[in-house]
């Protein structure tokens, strides 16, 4: 799961075939209830091709800062590119896995606590141990600094995978786990036992694919992808646009936004 999750090309057609479709803008709508200040030093973890590193970007003032790290060199070097101008002088990229966390931010001259905000979009449930990764996040952390958590949850894909596993895809239990319990079962009870304030936010996010070929062009870029049944997909594809002319596939958002460290 992860060597794909991990390749840039993959995740940018991901987040194209999401955007272009989607009832509701996802960076829109998670910078409209997470602050940015202008002053802000951020660490933003798993950052890949900057769908929301540049909206924080765009927020900084002259003293802000952020330092994207994100295992994907080519991701990076996208991102790079699409920072420009004073942009670009606030960002740092950090090229590590996030279970190197620690020696990779040294290794690139930080010493901890350095940051105002530590961020993560879709990521931290790739590492070998999210627990121990939160942990490490908060070390970073400057008093009084926040952590805001965005990742999928309960009936996330729902309609997709049914179609998925009914062509006779066996969903990996790591698929599973990330797409659906790992913010309720993991980030939750992190956050509560770490902060005295944690706010909660949800969405239910309708992405409404037109054609088969971009559900299949979807499918083909995700984690969860099993060319050996494509045939059968296909054929379970074409009978549900001949039905319904559309498929609506629902993504269930949360974000965790933690505040004021416990002693």
Known sequence: ???????????????????????????????????????????????????????????LGESGRLVALDTSAAALETLTGKASGEASRKLTTVQAGLDELSSALELSGFRGPSFDLVFCAYGVYYSRSPQETLDEAFVWLKPHGRIVVVGPYGPNNKQLFEMVQASGVTLGEAVLFSSQRFMLETVIPWATLRFESVRINTMVNPVRWATPERVLNYWQNTTFYDAARKPAFEALLERHFAERGQFVNEKWVMMVEMQDARS
Request: glycine fraction near 6%; include cysteine.
């Open 1 to 59: 799961m992860t060597s794909r999750a991990t390749q840039a090309e993959l995740l940018e057609q991901r987040i194209a075939e999401n955007r272009q479709s989607q009832e509701i803008d996802l960076v829109a709508w998670i910078f409209e209830r997470a602050r940015i200040e202008p002053s802000d030093q951020i660490l933003e973890l798993c950052c890949g091709t900057g769908g929301q590193t540049l909206r924080m970007l765009s927020s």
